[in-house]
């Protein structure tokens, strides 16, 4: 039996790479839809600089507050070891300074490194494979006009066989498609360049659900993903369950801004995709996002949440916390939010001063799991938008795991009107995230 099994794997394996080689797409130049923050005409490194920026480079290449931008050595922790980022400045022995034109499109549009090696696609080269010739090499070129920065990289910590980077060769073959972005026609220039956003922004990355082999699901694009304890909501066109009931001015804000009233704030990885990357984008590129987002096919998705809007506002409405009954329901919850929370959240969750403190009305809040909440109390935020800053203390190291998901249970009960499920197990092992 197990004998057959590896044979059918070995025949299913081979047709696959079959399969690859005959598609195979030549890394043609591809031709980029105009960007309204990236113009072809503007001079090279403003282009670089702009397109680096959309792209999030920096999020994942620079060590928070070391100062040392791009040079790599942020860890990405997998449940089979740690992957860390490389060094991607101009200098030439740790970096990329010695990496010509060919090395470096290789590495962003197909995975490869400078000798030949796979890439992990903990690299989204998945999504950057959509970018053209000269895009890349835009952005190679703002990389090379920055200081050069001398740090090592670290290697990867990884168990067998996952620190095999042959394998990835073939979880390429079967999950990885090296194709740049074609234009659509019959589609509006916005839309393309929403399209190509989206590409470079890799939202999909985050928010598209994976299969087991941990590559995308393709025909459930965008409908939410579970990633380093996180949930990437859904955000299709779908009414109830995506973002199709938000306004356009509803998702700009957001974008721009990492707040849209009444719906939500962004924190952990997508407050860093605002405070990085998505601030920063001209005004018309954000429209354009959200013309290609309105057309991603509404979806259920994996774990669909609604925003409960009628009861929790009536709990909440009272301004302060809604008497016995309550009280009964979750005394230590309700007594820890009273103490370190209500100051800035408001028992009518409002938010003091800050729509970014609102709690009513969220995704977070009405999602029973708590996965957010969870996250939110563990690591509280601190984020620069514009000349503002957005900030919420982390409690992860004031509370215990028990007091963490008596909170987050009270706050999806008070301003969600839903039962949380958050146990202390949960909460200990989000912890180590
Ligand atoms: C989501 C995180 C993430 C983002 C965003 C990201 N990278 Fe990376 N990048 C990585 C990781 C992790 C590695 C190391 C992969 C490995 O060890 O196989 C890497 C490796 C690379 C390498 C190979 C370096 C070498 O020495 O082999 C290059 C080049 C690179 N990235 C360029 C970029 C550029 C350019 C951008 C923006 C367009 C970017 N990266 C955005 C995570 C990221
Ligand atoms: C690094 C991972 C990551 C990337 C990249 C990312 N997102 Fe997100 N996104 C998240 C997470 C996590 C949340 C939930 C944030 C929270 O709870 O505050 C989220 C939330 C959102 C929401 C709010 C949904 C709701 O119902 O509250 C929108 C809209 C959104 N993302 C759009 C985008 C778009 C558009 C892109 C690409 C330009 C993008 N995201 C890229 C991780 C990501
Ligand atoms: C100094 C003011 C402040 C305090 C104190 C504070 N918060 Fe926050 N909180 C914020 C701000 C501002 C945000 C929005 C962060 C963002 O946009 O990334 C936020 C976000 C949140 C979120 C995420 C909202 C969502 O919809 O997912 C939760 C949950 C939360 N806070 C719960 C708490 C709890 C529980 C406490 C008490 C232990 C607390 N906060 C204490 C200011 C505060």
């Known amino acids: 039996m197990k004998r057959w099994l590896t044979a059918a794997a070995l025949l299913l394996l081979s047709g696959v790479l079959a399969y690859r080689l005959l598609n195979r797409v030549d890394s043609a130049p591809g031709a980029a839809p105009a960007l309204a ?3 072809p005409t503007a001079p090279l490194l403003a282009r670089g600089k702009y397109l680096a ?9 620079t060590v928070a507050g070391s100062g040392k931008a791009f040079a790599g050595g942020l860890a990405f922790k997998l449940p ?5 980022s490389s060094n991607i400045t101009a200098d ?22 400078k000798d030949g090696e796979h890439l992990y696609p903990a690299f989204p080269y998945t999504a950057y494979t959509q970018l053209s010739r000269d895009d890349v090499l835009a952005i190679k070129a703002y990389l090379m006009s920055l200081p050069a920065i001398p740090k090592v990289n670290r290697r990867n910590e990884l168990n067998f066989p996952f ?13 990885f498609r090296d194709r740049r972005f074609a234009a659509d026609p019959a589609k509006s220039a916005a839309w393309n360049g929403g399209a190509y956003l989206a590409a ?7 928010h598209t659900p994976r299969n087991p082999g941990f590559g995308l699901k393709h025909g459930e694009e965008l409908a939410g993903a579970d990633l380093q304890g996180w949930r990437a909501y859904n955000i299709t066109a779908d009414p109830k369950y995506g973002i199709g009931a938000w306004s356009d001015a509803e998702i700009a804000q957001y974008l721009r801004s990492g707040v849209a009233a009444g719906h939500a704030s962004a924190n952990g990885p997508m407050g860093e995709a605002v405070a990085h990357s998505l601030q920063f ?12 987002l309105r057309t991603v096919a509404a979806r259920a998705g994996n774990h669909p949440i609604e925003v409960e809007r009628r009861s929790a506002p009536l709990s909440a409405s009272a301004g302060t916390a809604s008497g016995p009954a309550e009280e009964a329901a979750h005394g230590l919850g309700l007594e820890l939010f009273e103490g370190a929370c209500a100051g800035c959240h408001q028992w009518s969750g409002t938010g003091l001063e800050s729509p970014y403190a609102a709690l009513q009305g ?6 029973a799991s708590g996965a957010n909440v969870t996250q939110a109390i563990l690591q509280g935020a601190a984020w620069r938008i514009g000349d503002r800053e957005v900030f919420m203390p982390a409690f992860g190291n004031a509370y215990s795991s028990t007091e963490v998901a008596a909170l987050a249970n009270y706050v999806i009960a008070h301003f969600g009107g839903k039962q949380g499920t958050v146990t202390p197990a949960q909460v200990a092992e989000r912890r180590g995230l």
């Open 163 to 175: 620190n095999q980077r042959w394998a990835i060769g073939i979880w390429n073959a079967a999950f």
């Open 362 to 367: 969220s995704r977070g809040v009405n999602d």
């Open 200 to 206: 470079l922004g890799h939202c999909g990355e985050c």
């Open 80 to 84: 089979v070891g740690v992957i860390y």
């Open 92 to 113: 030439p022995i740790n970096g990329i300074g010695a990496w010509s034109d060919a090395d470096f499109l290789r590495a962003v549009q197909d995975g490869v490194g």
């Open 37 to 39: 923050g990236a113009p």
């Open 53 to 61: 920026t959309a792209a999030d480079c920096i999020a994942c290449h």
């Open 281 to 292: 984008l001209d005004p018309a590129d954000i429209d354009a996002l959200i013309v290609y």
